[in-house]
């Protein structure tokens, strides 16, 4: 049960649902905002508590309603949804029912054959120590993190179906499942009579893969999508045009996703000519790529994430210029070609 602590009185804004669009997630009856905020990187339990907890709230204070967690977030492993549990007793307690709070099992997390994949096992054990570390009751979303080859796609669906039916999730995602995965999903979840609310892709305008199948199997089966790394990591803003700043994800040693390798000529090439772009737009680069991965049809959602809450303020601005001329559309894809 979360009480929020009477010393803290968090005061959201109140003009907070002013801002922020909030499109219907596929055939489904809710609806989820714009952007939304991941807490992949900058929660874990060697960051700061302040700057974690001042993200949150200049997120929810721009109406961004959607946080998304997963089991091994950190570091260490679990630590994002400690310290997001944390934000929720001092913070958001009273907030609980305008939030939608996400989190995920699938890739490793615990020692031995239960603590990756997707065997009911897995799922479900995961599923209630992520309840535990946030002090949640139940997620609103709860997702199959990755593809398992080695487990009966059946059986990660049941296991989904069932944290739906016990309680301990509202609604189920697949992330990181091809077209043709998704496909099967989508038909065995409905058999189930738990549909498939939302996939959650990688997709921003250097990786576009869920063009060329995907996204045309969520938009006929009228399921959403939660795009996440949207900026790439922080590729597309114009943080890295004169170098790599001291303290950027880039720049830090421990990072084994994105690096200053992950900035060759050729990519600075293109990123600075997509600034060109944006800045006649009036937009940030930053701005520009939210914009762009929203004008996708198929997104519900662009799934951010942030170290200082002025950048959550500068992409939450994207909404204010999400319109691109033909013109725009056909130099972005010839820079990115
Ligand atoms: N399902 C999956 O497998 C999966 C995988 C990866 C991520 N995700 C989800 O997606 C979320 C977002 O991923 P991501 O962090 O890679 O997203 P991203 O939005 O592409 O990159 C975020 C990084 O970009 C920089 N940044 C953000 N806003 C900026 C702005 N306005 N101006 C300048 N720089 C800005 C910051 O980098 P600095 O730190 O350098 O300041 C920030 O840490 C994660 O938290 C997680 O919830 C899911």
């Keep these: 049960m979360l009480t929020q602590d009477p010393n803290l009185a968090y005061q959201p804004n109140a003009d907070r649902y002013t801002r922020m669009a909030y499109p219907r997630c596929g055939a489904s009856g809710v609806r989820l905002p714009a952007l939304s905020l ?20 200049c997120a929810f204070d721009l109406g961004i309603t959607q946080f998304d967690l997963a089991n091994n977030y950190g570091p260490p492993y679990g630590s994002a949804e400690t310290t997001f549990g944390e934000i929720l007793r001092r913070d958001l307690a009273p907030f609980r029912d305008e939030l939608i709070i996400t989190s995920k099992a699938g890739y490793d997390m615990w020692p031995g054959p239960y603590g990756i994949g997707g065997s009911r096992k897995y799922l479900v054990a ?15 979303i709860f997702y199959s993190h990755c593809m398992d ?9 049941q296991a989904l179906d069932y944290i739906v039916r016990s309680g301990r999730a509202l609604y189920v995602g697949i992330s990181n499942y091809d077209a043709e995965q998704t496909q099967n999903a989508i038909a065995i979840l409905k058999s189930l009579g738990t549909p498939l609310l939302v996939h959650q892709p990688r997709y921003n305008m250097l990786d576009r893969w869920i063009e060329d199948g995907l996204t ?10 939660v795009v996440f790394s949207p900026l790439a990591q922080g590729l ?25 390798q992950d900035i ?30 929203l004008n996708n049809e198929a997104v519900t959602s662009a799934l951010i994430g942030a170290s200082r809450p002025e950048q959550i303020e ?24």
């Design 236 to 260: 597309l803003t114009n943080k890295y045009l004169d170098g790599v700043p001291a303290g950027s994800r880039a720049s830090r040693p421990e990072q084994i996703y994105f690096s200053e």
């Design 314 to 337: 500068d992409s939450v601005s994207a909404l204010n210029n999400r319109e691109f001329s033909e013109q725009e559309l056909a130099r972005i894809d010839t820079i990115l070609k």
């Design 38 to 57: 991941g807490l992949w990187q900058n929660f874990g339990g060697a960051d700061s508590l302040t700057n974690a907890r001042a993200m949150v709230q």
């Design 126 to 140: 995961s599923c209630d120590q992520s309840l535990k570390r946030t002090g949640l009751e139940y997620f609103d």
């Design 149 to 157: 080859p080695d487990t009966p796609l059946e059986e990660t669906m």
């Design 216 to 225: 045309e199997v969520l938009r006929q089966e009228r399921v959403g999508a």
């Design 264 to 293: 060759s000529a050729p990519m600075l090439t293109k990123v600075k000519a997509l600034n060109e772009i944006a800045v006649a737009r009036g937009q940030t680069l930053a701005q520009m790529a939210l914009a762009w991965v």
